[in-house]
């Protein structure tokens, strides 16, 4: 999509924030959102499924600040993601609580709230470009996101 | 989606694409598979996938797929494709995340009969001693600066420090090293991400396998293997762990602008790519061999650990334990070899994402001892079925750039599989078969259940059967490890 152009919200939203889809060998989303803003939120939020047994179940005592710049929406969404899956494999934290804030499509800040887990449902290895694009749609942004698992 | 009349049959086992299917195609695109085959390959969308690498800059003859081709992201799994020097294109989405993973076979002279009262106690020993599973840090505490020196030395830090011998290396793609890895180019990210995994399996599809030989092929090739009918081998496969899934992270992300700057239009962002020559493309490079590096250390320390494995359950009791190497090759990499394209030998860049090198006999980068019968290829099945052992050919030399399959492919999702199947079934499913099972996840033993993949068997005739490479031994498992 264009990266001047992402609307800051939309009147109609879709009823869920993501839906798992079928892909052979790995992972993949479809993410919804009614903004940028929700999208990336929902992005995170579906990602931590993937990778939690118990979403509701992670520790609420540990928060990180994140600040990214990308060169478009897309990249932006791959750093975002990366960076939790960073955070995943390196300290065993997961994240459950997403307050993002000054979101552009080629920067955000965030601070993410979480706790250390003892073990994975998923590993995510990448989070990859695949046939990657935020698109418009009726009900506000799509993206589907392919994970290397 | 591609369907029956988009392709057509050239051979028995070999179909093609032809370059007039799309407009972006530079050459056309071939697969290897059978009927059967041909069927679960048209179930999902590898074959578009494949067709999106035949458009890449500098590609040269075919872009090609293996009878295991299956839907990856990018490049299908099962690719094959060549890049002409010097401005052709490296891709780290076509080397994939997982760099230089890929397969080695160590082999005993303990008969299946002489191990069975003891495989319970050595399977526990192998998951106890070779860490695996997300975030398990590995053995090894490297010294500061010391990372830097394995990427770059490969399996010679290995033999330095004792993980290795020099029979090891010799019976290792490159050695164990490829020239020309260089620390600077791989971020502090990927090195906190590989620090600790040293030695380690990892999660996914990646395992410790105690085989025995079911059956031989090819007995003079066999013979100087070191694989006699019903003796012991043992399989390992993995990768380069976070340190590789960073770099091909950090590279994919880098070459996007790349791809603007060198003017390149590309179907998927994912195949990401830059002239070999340019500044990124080089720099890709020294980064990914590092990860090569890396990887080749890992299933070296793996290797240690099996031993070490073999000496604590089976000393006193078996008087030959020892375990000695037999190959070791990666399916997950881009290398610079010279092949023949319209009758001319020229340096091109090898992409293997998800398939084997399999040089022919008489190739001189294969070691003496294997010269004269072609390079061993590697061929994990799945964890209930068979694994096999193949050499290259002189077909495979000019047919694929020496390359063939390197597995069975997956024809089912992950989320399906777990759906349909449970781990803990599955587990007693093995162990009535005389499967030993150790898992630190029933829900990653049921991702990975023989269901999800395609025949082994059968992939395996096509390869054979389209001469590109020569049964040598089927092996079948006693025991799986996974982390």
């Known amino acids: 999509m264009p990266t001047e152009s992402l609307p800051e919200s939309q009147e109609t939203f879709h009823d869920i924030g993501f839906e798992e889809i079928e892909h052979t060998a790995d992972c993949a989303l479809r993410i919804f959102g009614k903004n940028f803003l929700t999208l990336l939120t929902n992005a995170a939020i579906g990602m931590t499924g993937l990778m939690a047994f118990e979403p509701s179940a992670i520790p609420d005592d540990t928060t990180r600040h994140v600040e990214l710049a990308a060169m478009d929406a897309e990249s932006l969404l791959v750093d975002w993601l990366s960076e939790l899956a960073y955070w995943a494999e390196t300290e065993m934290l997961l994240f459950h609580r997403f307050e993002l804030y000054n979101v552009t499509p080629n920067h955000l800040q965030a601070v993410i709230h979480g706790g250390h887990v003892s073990r994975f449902k998923n590993h995510i290895k990448a989070v990859t470009y695949h046939n990657l694009e935020v698109i418009q749609t009726e009900k506000g942004l799509e993206a589907t996101v392919v994970f290397d698992v | 989606m591609i369907s029956d009349h988009d392709f057509k049959q050239i051979d028995k086992y070999l179909y093609e694409i032809p370059k007039t299917f799309r407009a972006d195609m530079r050459v056309p695109a071939r697969f290897y598979a059978d009927p059967e085959l041909l069927k ?165 599809n990646h395992f410790i396998e105690v085989d025995a030989v079911d059956r031989i092929y090819d007995e003079p090739a066999a013979r100087q293997m070191g694989l006699f009918p019903s003796r012991i081998t043992v399989q390992i496969h993995c990768g380069s762990r976070g340190l590789g899934h960073q770099i091909c992270s950090d590279y994919v992300k880098r070459l996007q602008k790349a791809v603007h700057q060198y003017g390149l239009i590309l179907p998927d962002r994912e195949l990401v790519c830059a002239p070999l020559s340019s500044p990124e493309g080089q720099d890709y490079l020294a980064a990914m061999k590092g990860a090569a590096n890396y990887a080749f250390v890992n299933r070296q320390v793996l290797t240690w650990h099996i031993r070490r494995s073999f000496e604590q359950v089976l000393a006193g009791k078996i008087k030959n334990h020892h375990v000695y190497q037999i190959y070791d090759i990666a399916h997950n990499m881009a290398k610079v070899e010279e092949h ?144």
């Open chain 2, 40 to 204: 679960a390959i048209q179930g999902d969308r590898s074959l578009e996938q494949l067709v999106n690498t035949a458009t890449l800059p500098g590609i040269v003859k075919y872009a090609l797929a293996m009878p295991d081709i299956h839907q990856g992201y990018g490049f299908p799994i099962g690719g094959v494709v060549a890049t002409q020097l010097p401005d052709g294109i490296i891709s780290p989405g076509g080397v994939g995340y997982d760099i230089n993973c890929g397969v080695r076979l160590l082999a005993t002279q303990i008969e299946k009969e002489e191990i069975t009262p003891y495989l319970d106690d050595l399977a526990s020993a192998l998951y106890t001693n070779c860490p695996g599973g997300v975030g398990k840090a590995g053995h090894i505490k490297l010294r500061p600066g010391e990372l830097d020196v394995l990427v770059e030395k490969g399996a010679n830090w290995a033999l330095t420090r004792g993980y290795a011998t020099a029979s090891d290396l010799e019976r290792t793609e490159e050695n164990g090293c490829l020239a020309g890895a260089d620390a600077g180019k791989i971020s502090d990210r990927a090195k906190t991400r590989g620090k600790d995994q040293v030695g380690t399996l990892g999660s996914g």
């Open chain 2, 340 to 483: 023949e394209v319209d009758g001319r030998r020229i340096k091109v860049c090898v992409h293997r994402k998800g398939a084997t090198r399999a040089f022919g006999p008489g190739s001189p980068v294969l070691p003496g001892i294997y010269r004269n019968i072609g390079q061993p290829v590697l061929v994990p099945g799945t964890m209930g079925t068979a694994s096999w052992v193949l050499v290259g050919t002189k077909e495979s030399m000019t047919q694929t750039f020496g390359s063939i399959c390197h597995g069975a492919g997956r024809v089912m999702s992950r989320s399906k599989a777990k759906k349909n199947i449970r781990g803990t079934r599955l587990r007693e499913e093995l162990e009535k078969k005389g499967i030993r099972v150790r898992a630190g996840s029933m829900s990653g033993l049921a991702e990975e259940a023989p269901m999800a993949y395609k025949d082994v068997d059968r992939v395996i005739q096509v390869v054979h059967g389209s001469g590109i490479a020569k049964k040598v031994a089927r092996l079948i498992p006693l025991a799986v490890i996974k982390g």
